[in-house]
């Protein structure tokens, strides 16, 4: 099994969103990772999709553009970013997942294999512009969300397992390199974090190495539309 990731599809098969207006590189931009998940991924492997899947505002706006992944090979696994409105209730998302190829994550994990993938939306971390107060509140929360991950992922791991995390957050800030996050990916012996959110010229790492975990920015504008493999 292969596992590849990509995040920030910000699809609009239901509304009118077309991600041109950012600028002539988001033309067709779904056709390209399309095109480029075909070429790359098989009926065993799957793709991990850190966030911001659909600007649908309802879930039958988000179901739509989930059905248009539907066909595509391999397993998907999802987590929410944070302009996934429609993402409302995860069990009735569940139920109403177009096809059993599709697993989304919230708080928890599910394991391929011996590889097991954990799954929260994140926060701003300290050291971000703009960082508040209130951000410190949901980001002390979304900390506590990954404990429950982890704590779910500890019912199912076996010895030489593998653990990779979604997030769809930067887990930290070139400002603040230490983070509740990545403390946590740390101690509890993550290999691989795939993020999205960051996007355009904003500057952040593509890939790095710290304290024994890899790093993966997957937004699709910065990976140039291509799916990118971790495992």
Same mark, same amino acid.
């Given at each position: 099994?292969?596992?590849?990731?990509?995040?920030?599809? &910000?699809? #609009?098969?239901?509304?009118?969103?077309?991600?041109?207006?950012?600028?002539?590189?988001?033309?067709?931009?779904?056709?390209?990772?399309?095109?480029?998940?075909?070429?790359?991924?098989?009926?065993?492997?799957?793709?991990?999709?850190?966030?911001?899947?659909?600007?649908?505002? =309802?879930?039958?706006? $988000?179901?739509?553009?989930?059905?248009?992944?539907?066909?595509? #090979?391999?397993?998907?696994? %999802?987590?929410? $970013?944070?302009?996934? %409105? /429609? /993402?409302?209730?995860?069990? +009735?998302?569940?139920?109403?997942?177009?096809?059993?190829?599709?697993?989304?994550?919230?708080?928890?994990?599910?394991?391929? $294999?011996?590889?097991?993938?954990?799954?929260?939306?994140?926060?701003? @971390?300290?050291?971000?512009?703009? %960082?508040?107060?209130?951000? *410190? +509140?949901? !980001?002390?929360?979304?900390?506590?969300?990954?404990?429950?991950?982890?704590?779910?992922?500890?019912?199912?791991? *076996?010895?030489?397992?593998?653990?990779?995390?979604?997030?769809? !957050?930067?887990? %930290?800030?070139? +400002?603040?390199?230490? =983070?509740?996050?990545?403390?946590?990916?740390?101690?509890? $012996?993550? *290999?691989?974090?795939?993020?999205?959110?960051? &996007?355009?010229?904003? !500057?952040?790492?593509?890939?790095?190495?710290?304290?024994?975990?890899?790093?993966?920015?997957?937004? @699709?504008?910065?990976?140039?539309?291509?799916?990118?493999?971790?495992?």
């Amino acid at each position: 099994m292969k596992i590849f990731a990509i995040s920030d599809l &910000h699809l #609009s098969s239901a509304s009118n969103k077309p991600m041109d207006i950012f600028g002539a590189g988001w033309e067709n931009h779904f056709q390209k990772i399309k095109d480029d998940w075909q070429s790359k991924v098989g009926e065993d492997d799957a793709v991990l999709i850190s966030g911001d899947i659909s600007w649908g505002i =309802t879930l039958e706006e $988000g179901l739509a553009d989930l059905n248009a992944l539907k066909g595509l #090979s391999g397993k998907k696994v %999802f987590i929410r $970013g944070n302009h996934d %409105f /429609w /993402w409302n209730g995860i069990t +009735k998302l569940r139920s109403l997942a177009p096809d059993d190829t599709f697993y989304f994550l919230q708080n928890d994990c599910v394991k391929f $294999g011996n590889i097991v993938i954990v799954g929260s939306r994140g926060w701003t @971390c300290p050291g971000s512009n703009d %960082f508040t107060p209130d951000d *410190e +509140k949901l !980001y002390r929360r979304e900390a506590e969300r990954f404990k429950l991950c982890f704590a779910q992922a500890d019912k199912i791991k *076996e010895e030489g397992d593998r653990l990779i995390a979604m997030i769809h !957050y930067p887990p %930290f800030s070139p +400002k603040s390199p230490d =983070t509740e996050f990545t403390k946590l990916f740390e101690s509890n $012996g993550v *290999e691989k974090v795939v993020f999205g959110h960051i &996007h355009g010229s904003t !500057y952040f790492p593509f890939r790095t190495q710290r304290n024994g975990v890899e790093y993966v920015l997957a937004s @699709c504008d910065k990976t140039d539309f291509a799916l990118q493999r971790i495992l």
